[in-house]
C-alpha cells in the first residue's frame, strides 16, 4: 500500500452516464493529481491541486470536472465521456514542489470503460 | 520532440542477468529524475529518486544521471521473476508539478 487509495477500482459506464472516481491520501501530503494512463502511451498529467487549489487543467475537457475539497481528498467527476475515454485513471499526491521535493505517490488506479 | 524518450521493449531476460533500462530527455532544465515500477493493473511504484548527475545504489538497483548527454540508466542487478513489470522515468524541473514520463519498458525475467 502506497498510502493512496482510490475508489472505484473498476467502472463501466455509458456515455450518459454520471459518475465519480475518489482518492484519499494519508500520507500528509498537500498536492494532489490526476493522471490518465492510455495504452503505449506515456502518462497524461489532468490536474493539480496544490493547497485545495486547483493549479493545472492540462486541457482537458470539460466533460472531466475535479474536485478536491480538502488536502487529502480528490474527485473526478465523470459525465458525457467518449469511448476514446476508456483508460486506467490514476490519482497521486505529493509534498508541494516548491519545497523542492517532488516524489508523486499513486493510487491503485481506477480501469473506466466507457461503452 | 517528445520531453522524454523510452525504448518500450519489450526486454525478455534470463533470471540473474543484468538489466539496464534506459531514457533520454531533451530539456537542459530537468534536474530530478525518477524509476517507477508498475506491475500489470496496479499503479506505479517509486522505485528510485536522484537529483541531478551520478549514480545512486538501493539494493540490487541503481539509478545513473548523465546530464551532459541527457542520459539516464536504471540497473537491476540478478533480476528476479519478481522484477517483472513495466518500468517508467519520469523528469521534471526545480519547482514544477508537472513530471514528464517515458511510455514505460515492459520487462519479463523468466525463470
Known amino acids: 500500500e502506497t498510502g493512496v487509495t482510490q475508489t472505484p477500482r473498476h467502472l463501466v459506464m455509458g456515455m450518459t452516464n454520471k459518475k465519480s472516481l475518489k482518492c484519499e491520501q494519508h500520507?500528509?501530503?498537500?498536492?494532489m493529481y490526476w493522471y490518465k494512463q492510455s495504452a503505449k502511451k506515456p502518462l497524461e498529467l489532468m490536474f493539480v491541486?496544490?493547497?485545495?487549489?486547483?493549479?493545472e487543467n492540462n486541457s482537458v475537457p470539460s466533460r472531466f470536472s475535479p474536485e478536491c475539497p480538502n488536502s487529502s481528498h480528490l474527485f473526478l467527476h465523470l459525465h458525457t465521456l467518449q469511448p476514446e475515454d476508456s483508460a486506467l485513471y490514476l490519482c497521486?499526491?505529493?509534498?508541494?514542489?516548491?519545497?523542492?521535493?517532488?516524489?508523486?505517490?499513486f493510487g491503485p488506479g481506477t480501469r473506466l470503460t466507457v461503452t | 520532440q517528445k520531453e522524454v524518450e523510452q525504448d518500450p521493449g519489450p526486454l525478455s531476460v534470463p533470471e540473474g542477468a543484468i538489466v539496464s533500462l534506459n531514457c533520454t530527455y531533451s530539456?537542459?532544465?530537468?534536474?530530478?529524475f525518477m524509476w517507477y515500477r508498475q506491475y500489470s493493473r496496479k499503479g506505479p511504484e517509486l522505485l528510485m529518486y536522484?537529483?541531478?548527475?551520478g549514480n545512486k545504489e538501493d539494493g540490487r538497483f541503481t539509478a545513473q544521471v548523465d546530464k551532459s548527454s541527457k542520459y539516464i540508466s536504471l540497473f537491476i542487478r540478478d533480476s528476479q521473476p519478481s522484477d517483472s513489470a513495466t518500468y517508467l522515468c519520469?523528469?521534471?524541473?526545480?519547482?514544477?508539478?508537472?513530471?514528464?514520463f517515458g511510455t514505460g519498458t515492459r520487462l519479463t525475467v523468466i525463470p
Open positions: 497521486a499526491s505529493s509534498q508541494n514542489p516548491s519545497g523542492g521535493t517532488y516524489e508523486q505517490y
Open positions: 536522484t537529483y541531478s548527475s
Open positions: 500520507l500528509g501530503h498537500n498536492a
Open positions: 491541486y496544490n493547497f485545495k487549489e486547483q493549479t
Open positions: 519520469a523528469i521534471a524541473e526545480t519547482g514544477a508539478n508537472n513530471l514528464f
Open positions: 530539456n537542459s532544465a530537468f534536474q530530478y
